[in-house]
């Protein structure tokens, strides 16, 4: 089952990446992670208490079991984002939890990569071609990105 979120009030949903986002109470947040398949989906929680790049990296490197070459860098982020080929999960969900209290201990440019390369990210798999063949392993792999803000 996938984590239970607890809903509090104000709080907003975003879908992404479509381009008019549309915002939705917390409550739509828990119904739409209960539709996911929770053993083949990996979902992976971001909120303030990821303060710094460092232990953003960590984090993602355990939660998205990173291979060992993972270099905690932003280009290696990015390139494991749109590689997942030791992932078993057909479904990679994120949630990020009021996006501007995130890597608060960091200079402002830092959070607006980690948002830029989930965004490449979220492009690079709902984007059906594929001239390089990045795709072959996970051709059907889901990447999602939720984001909830007070």
Not at 16 to 24: D, E, H, L, V, Y
Not at 38 to 53: G, L, M, S
Not at 64 to 77: E, I, K, R, T, V
Request: charged share 25%; aromatic share 18%; with cysteine.
């Amino acid at each position: 089952m996938p984590p239970q979120i607890s809903i509090v009030k104000y709080h907003f949903l975003y879908l992404c990446p479509k381009q008019n986002r549309t915002k939705f109470p917390q409550k739509q947040l828990n119904e739409e992670l209960q539709c996911y398949d929770e053993v083949k989906t990996k979902i992976v929680v971001v909120d303030e208490k990821i303060e710094d790049v460092e232990t953003l990296f960590k984090m993602l490197y355990e939660e998205l079991c990173f291979p060992d070459y993972f270099g905690c860098n932003w280009n290696a982020l990015n390139d494991c984002l749109r590689d997942f080929c030791w992932l078993q999960e057909d479904f990679v969900v994120f949630v990020v939890i009021n996006k501007y209290k995130i890597l608060s201990k960091e200079p402002s440019f830092q959070r607006d990569a980690f948002f830029e390369y989930l965004q490449y990210a979220s492009d690079f798999w709902d984007d059906p071609n594929d001239e390089f063949g990045y795709k072959q392993n996970h051709p059907n792999l889901v990447f999602n990105v939720y984001y909830v803000e007070d």
